[in-house]
């Protein structure tokens, strides 16, 4: 009797303890499964597509983005994608412009169309813009921050003051020549500025 009575006793008591290990082995498993998989989902990197108006003018372009202001972070992607010798100041770069209230998009643009982002210039000369390159000398930096300054200064004081907004009206003071040959400046600034304009931002 006593023995019918612990077999009554035991044998629900050993599938209760299974039953018991097994949930608790699944509850954890699951568990560990769900983090390493917010893990994975959090280290993952974002990518957001930034569309921005295209005025073709000198003043701030409007940027629509849900984060953060992107323009610097665009800048430096764009730098690092063609290896430009810039890279290390792009920051540097959206900073100095608009500082003066010049959209950084232009000059950019200036700077692919001049001298491939700084890859063509005069050796040790930090002049992307072709800013005072010509025929009676060259116009040289001691760094590429001295030359966005002065770039800064003069699409400021000589172009977006005097109301010459766009690359066409840029062109017949800046490289008038241009204008002789059906305007090829202002289309080879217009080109890379809509590049830019419709780059994807990767952020990490």
């Given at each position: 009797m006593k023995?019918?009575?612990?077999?009554?006793?035991?044998f629900p008591t050993t599938l209760l303890t299974i039953g018991v290990s097994l949930f608790f082995y699944f509850y954890y498993s699951f568990n560990l499964l769900a983090q390493e998989k917010l893990k994975q989902i959090a280290e993952k990197p974002r990518y957001y597509q930034m569309y921005m108006s295209v005025p073709k003018t000198l003043g701030i372009s409007t940027v629509n983005i849900q984060t953060d202001d992107a323009i610097p972070e665009l800048i430096a992607q764009y730098l690092q994608k063609y290896h430009s010798p810039m890279a290390q100041s792009a920051y540097g770069f959206a900073?100095?412009?608009r500082a003066y209230g010049v959209d950084p998009i232009i000059p950019l643009a200036i700077a692919q169309c001049e001298s491939n982002l700084g890859m063509k210039t005069p050796e040790n000369c930090y002049?992307?813009?072709?800013?005072?390159?010509?025929?009676?000398?060259?116009?040289?930096?001691q760094?590429?921050?001295?030359?966005y300054e002065k770039m800064a200064k003069v699409l400021k004081s000589k172009y977006l003051d005097q109301g010459l907004t766009s690359p066409e009206e840029i062109m017949e003071k800046y490289?008038?020549?241009?204008?002789?040959?059906?305007?090829?400046?202002?289309?080879?600034?217009?080109?890379?500025?809509?590049?830019?304009q419709t780059l994807t931002i990767r952020r990490k």
């Open positions: 023995r019918l009575l612990i077999l009554f006793v035991w900073e100095t412009f002049n992307p813009f072709g800013l005072g390159i010509h025929s009676a000398g060259t116009l040289c930096f760094n590429w921050e001295e030359g490289c008038p020549l241009s204008v002789e040959k059906g305007g090829s400046w202002a289309k080879c600034v217009t080109q890379f500025m809509e590049e830019i």
